[in-house]
């Protein structure tokens, strides 16, 4: 990849899924694939399956790589989510402003203080600086990160700042505000989040230097991004501080790459890896985002992400013989298929395809070895056991996909399914021919490594949320942006405030993600309810978006909430 007089500027997409690490390298002129590879994933240092995914590129349709000039790169990674999943965040201590949210932390290292504010934004109970100084010199020695939630930060930051200003004089590890993180009240879920996020910023620094010594060991200089979870790109700056929001950004890469390679504006999106099959639907270039935020384990975050079903089918999915049935069994869960050196028994729909010879990259005898052991103790001749065990894949992909209620009414019902991910052709193929659906089925060119694709033609975006209400207290209006709570005598000025500085933050935050045009869009819409006859003012509900690139809005009165535009 070295310099010509004429040089074609590429994005270096790369994904770090379950099972392998994708990379493409792709030329945003043209919109086409110019080199693509993949490796194995090193779950234990993802710098290898990085340092690997890029020395496997390889040229696609004669592209002469040493014309490519790298302009950009771009990552989605499982660290976050893994991380959390495992339990692997680092100690994290809890200081709480005021009372205790209800329902199970994920830290025991916790402190109350005291401080009050009220939903207005108003302090009603100072906090205590002793009682500061004291509840972090009692937490110090014991963790490696703090988290600082407050119930009603989001409408008055004033107390989680006054926390952190000491906790920065005492110490230089990572402390989170929960009003840095989120602007909605749902204490309880944005304590979680910022804990959750304090945890994996001494987790992500590793990373971070990680891939900044990759980049530099190959001479790239481009700035780098990660995919976050709602499918927008985050600096490597930005995530160091904010890791949470990297979690389910594989998912969201790969619906963003099966659009792409497929060339159409709708669809529903069946990404098939290794573990799992998520499946989330686009309608108009718009992508649904979850009304509630991303769950990972057991932890509800505030954490923006996209709208995605998940179930266990994968290429690596445990097939085992019902020896009182005589027939197979597919599991959901995920065992290392015996064509790639797992156990000389065990069968997954992988090891179907090695033993019928589909797939010939691997270990074909060993995949048969399994095939035949799991046969025998099924009573079975190896042929029927083979076609049983392709036939519960099969179902499981018509049950999930094409039969699921959520994909069946109204326009849904007639939108094609888009399938990606290493697996995808074959068993997609294979419903195509064999099963009784009524959809088109899209298997695009790039298929296999469509997540990285998705990473590649990832775009900035900042959305920052404001709302303006009734203040009763002075029969005016109070507006709540950023943390911070202004007070209004009249509407029309609180609105104009709202979108205002909502517009502002949002394009700084866009802005300090690099060398981007950022385009932004605020609206606003107006909450009424019905008393009898009678129609009352709720609410003013502001929303400031950031964008790189080409920005398409939906039209204001035709917007969905929470979705989110991705032409």
């Known amino acids: 990849m070295t310099n010509t007089t004429k040089l074609t500027a590429c994005v270096l997409g790369i994904d770090t899924g379950g099972t392998t690490t994708d990379a493409v390298l792709y030329d945003p002129l043209t919109e086409s694939v110019v080199a693509k590879g993949m490796a194995p994933t090193t779950r234990q240092d993802l710098k290898n399956g990085i340092h690997h995914s890029i020395d496997s590129l390889r040229p696609v349709n004669g592209a002469d790589l040493s014309d490519v000039q790298i302009e950009k790169v771009v990552l989605s990674t499982t660290l976050a989510t893994n991380a959390i999943v495992e339990g692997q965040g680092r100690p994290t201590g809890l200081i709480l402003i005021g009372s205790r949210p209800k329902g199970e932390l994920p830290t025991e290292e916790v402190v109350q203080i005291t401080g009050k504010i009220n939903i207005k934004g108003r302090e009603t109970e100072p906090v205590d600086p002793d009682e500061i100084e004291a509840a972090v010199t009692q937490m110090l020695p014991k963790v490696e990160a703090i988290a600082v939630s407050g119930m009603m930060s989001v409408r008055n930051n004033a107390h989680e700042l006054a926390v952190k200003k000491v906790i920065r004089c005492h110490s230089k590890m990572p402390v989170v505000c929960g009003h840095e993180l989120s602007s909605k009240l749902g204490y309880h879920d944005r304590t979680v989040t910022t804990v959750l996020n304090a945890s994996l910023i001494p987790i992500i620094e590793g990373f971070v230097q990680a891939v900044r010594e990759t980049m530099a060991e190959r001479g790239i200089t481009a700035p780098v991004y990660l995919v976050k979870g709602d499918g927008a790109l985050a600096s490597l700056e930005t995530i160091a501080s904010k890791p949470i929001e990297t979690i389910l950004s594989g998912p969201a890469a790969s619906i963003l790459g099966a659009m792409v390679l497929a060339k159409t504006d709708s669809g529903i999106v069946a990404d098939m890896g290794g573990t799992t099959t998520d499946t989330g639907v686009v309608r108009h270039h718009s992508l649904t985002l979850s009304p509630v935020g991303a769950k990972v384990g057991q932890w509800q975050t505030q954490v923006d992400s996209a709208k995605l079903a998940t179930f266990g089918l994968g290429g690596d999915t445990e097939i085992y013989p019902d020896v009182s049935a005589g027939a197979p069994v597919l599991t959901t869960h995920r065992v290392p298929p ?78 094609p399914v888009i399938a990606i991910g290493a697996p995808a052709k074959t068993w997609y193929t294979l419903v195509k021919n064999e099963a009784d659906v009524h959809r088109d089925i899209l298997v695009p060119e790039h298929f296999e490594v469509a997540n990285a694709v998705g990473a590649a033609t990832a775009a900035i975006e900042e959305r920052v949320d404001a709302l303006v209400r009734p203040d009763e207290a002075t029969e005016g209006f109070v507006a709540h942006v950023g943390g911070q709570s202004v007070f209004f005598e009249d509407k029309d000025e609180a609105v104009a405030y709202a979108k205002a500085e909502a517009g502002k933050i949002a394009q700084k935050q866009a802005e300090s993600q690099g060398p981007e045009t950022i385009h932004t869009d605020v609206t606003d819409k107006d909450i009424q309810q019905k008393i009898g006859w009678r129609w009352r003012y709720v609410e003013t509900r502001v929303q400031a978006v950031a964008r790189s690139g080409h920005l398409t809005l939906v039209p204001e009165e035709e917007k969905p909430a929470f979705e989110k535009n991705f032409d």
């Open 338 to 415: 015996a064509c790639r050196g797992g156990e000389k028994e065990d069968l997954t729909p992988t090891d179907l395809l090695c033993a019928e010879g589909r797939l010939t990259r691997w270990d074909t005898a060993a995949s048969q070895y399994a095939l035949a052991f799991q046969s025998r103790r099924a009573g079975l001749d190896e042929k029927d056991y083979l076609n049983q065990a392709k036939a519960l894949v099969v179902d499981r992909i018509v049950a999930k996909v094409f039969s699921e209620p959520a994909y069946s009414e109204g326009a849904d019902a007639e939108l």
